[in-house]
């Protein structure tokens, strides 16, 4: 059997439930992102770009999606006869079956799955981040180090430090101190959710920490080995890094795309994004559109205005119709004169004649203030809204509407529509 140095966990269980309607009926890494990609791709395609040939992918949460986008790996040259990508769900064992319940608990249930490569480290992702980096050059920071963990770590602004387990390293980059999202900072350099561990350690870790309820890394397993004396050192990433947890650091992101010099670029070629391609037939632009810094996916056609937008693959935006600062998700339909302002739309939704999305002043959120508390209308897949209606600003709608949902033809900032979407 060949010995794998290093083998990678993607950690891509999670409902990514401040993503709101978005996330109701797929995982947040399954979400596209950048008119033709899902988020999972970029940690996926960082780790073919490193030499990572063997993954894991964890899945829990709303996985068929998912589990199709991935197949077996082909997009990344993951289809492997030994290593390559798996799919790795909770499953049933002689001791019972259980739902991962916890980060450290997802990886623990799969040691089987790392003991056959018999790995030197296991490098441990999150499923849900829009960076590129090499985990190479992490791993050699590691050996230098002579660590037994190496958390990626990477500055962040004071203000939302109290959102990540922070760390305070000494002059040689060693952790002295790891604080779990604390109310009072000591630090702004943030843990990524990115760490490399040697194998033993982890191995040793997990058993010894197998019984502690929803056992997780940042509270559990850190604490651990820092108590049994590890080395655990800090690699510090500069470079584009973003949680997109939230509508509005997602919609941020995506709009982050079409800037006039992108911070984040999708086009480098040293560096690429891979995905799964389905086969469509090329955009086509109406004699009367205008489109301007925007990204226009394959199989759209374009007959009204797009200004500043991500747009997916097979969207058709019909005549008279205004798209601006928008997310317009694959195989959406914008109808005739439609107006749409700062939106959210996800995949195969149909927004009706003459309507006008983004209208009046924002108003707080009735449905979940945690979750809608930007100026952003969110609209959930497979959704349909009726001709000549206007709605307001921080609203989120979900499945087929009607006219009668919309007293008077609106629905004013901070209100919501829920229904069951048709399957």
């Known amino acids: 059997m060949i010995k794998k140095e290093m083998i990678a966990m993607l950690l891509a269980g999670g409902q990514g439930s401040r993503l709101g309607v978005l996330t109701k009926s797929v995982a947040k890494p399954a979400v596209a992102f950048g008119g033709k990609y899902s988020i999972i791709d970029f940690p996926l395609s960082n780790c073919i770009n490193s030499g990572v040939d063997t993954v894991g992918v964890l899945t829990q949460y709303q996985p068929l999606r998912l589990n199709s986008h991935i197949g077996i790996g082909m997009p990344w040259d993951l289809d492997r006869n030994y290593g390559g990508v798996a799919v790795l769900p909770p499953h049933e064992t002689s001791a019972g079956s259980d739902w991962y319940s916890g980060t450290a608990n997802a990886i623990y249930q799969n040691l089987e799955y790392m003991e056959a490569y018999n790995p030197d480290y296991v490098l441990i992702l999150s499923g849900d981040h829009i960076y590129k980096m090499d985990y190479e050059v992490m791993l050699d920071y590691h050996k230098a180090s002579n660590a037994d963990l190496t958390i990626a770590t990477m500055p962040v602004p004071w203000e939302e430090a109290s959102r990540f387990g922070l760390v305070i390293t000494d002059e040689t980059g060693r952790i002295k101190e790891f604080e779990e999202k604390p109310a009072e900072p000591h630090s702004n350099l943030a843990s990524m959710g990115i760490y490399i561990f040697n194998w033993k350690i982890l191995k040793e870790a997990l058993i010894k920490l197998k019984d502690e309820p929803n056992c997780d890394f940042g509270k559990h397993v850190i604490p651990y080995?820092?108590?049994?004396?590890?080395?655990?050192?800090?690699?510090?990433?500069?470079?584009y890094w973003k949680d997109v947890g939230t509508l509005g650091s997602y919609w941020q992101a995506n709009m982050e795309l079409v800037d006039i010099i992108p911070e984040f670029n999708l086009y480098e070629e040293y560096w690429k994004i891979y995905t799964k391609c389905e086969?469509?037939?090329?955009?086509?632009?109406?004699?009367?559109?205008?489109?301007?810094?925007?990204?226009?996916?394959?199989?759209?056609e374009i007959y009204g205005k797009v200004e500043n937008s991500v747009i997916g693959a097979g969207v058709v935006i019909k005549e008279g119709a205004v798209v601006k600062d928008s997310i317009i998700m694959a195989d959406t339909e914008i109808g005739e004169g439609t107006v749409v302002e700062k939106a959210i739309i996800a995949e195969k939704s149909v927004i009706g004649k003459n309507c006008v999305l983004g209208a009046f002043e924002y108003a707080e959120s009735k449905l979940d203030k945690k979750v809608y508390q930007f100026d952003l209308v969110t609209i959930a897949e497979k959704t349909v809204i009726p001709d000549n209606?206007?709605?307001?600003?921080?609203?989120?709608?979900?499945?087929?509407?009607?006219?009668?949902?919309?007293?008077?033809?609106?629905?004013?900032?901070?209100?919501?529509?829920?229904?069951?979407?048709?399957?």
């Open 225 to 239: 080995i820092r108590e049994h004396e590890g080395r655990i050192f800090a690699y510090e990433f500069n470079e």
């Open 279 to 300: 086969n469509i037939k090329p955009q086509y632009l109406g004699p009367d559109s205008e489109v301007s810094r925007s990204i226009i996916s394959e199989g759209c």
């Open 389 to 423: 209606v206007t709605i307001g600003k921080n609203t989120a709608i979900k499945g087929v509407t009607c006219a009668e949902d919309y007293p008077d033809g609106l629905l004013e900032s901070g209100g919501y529509i829920m229904k069951e979407v048709e399957a």
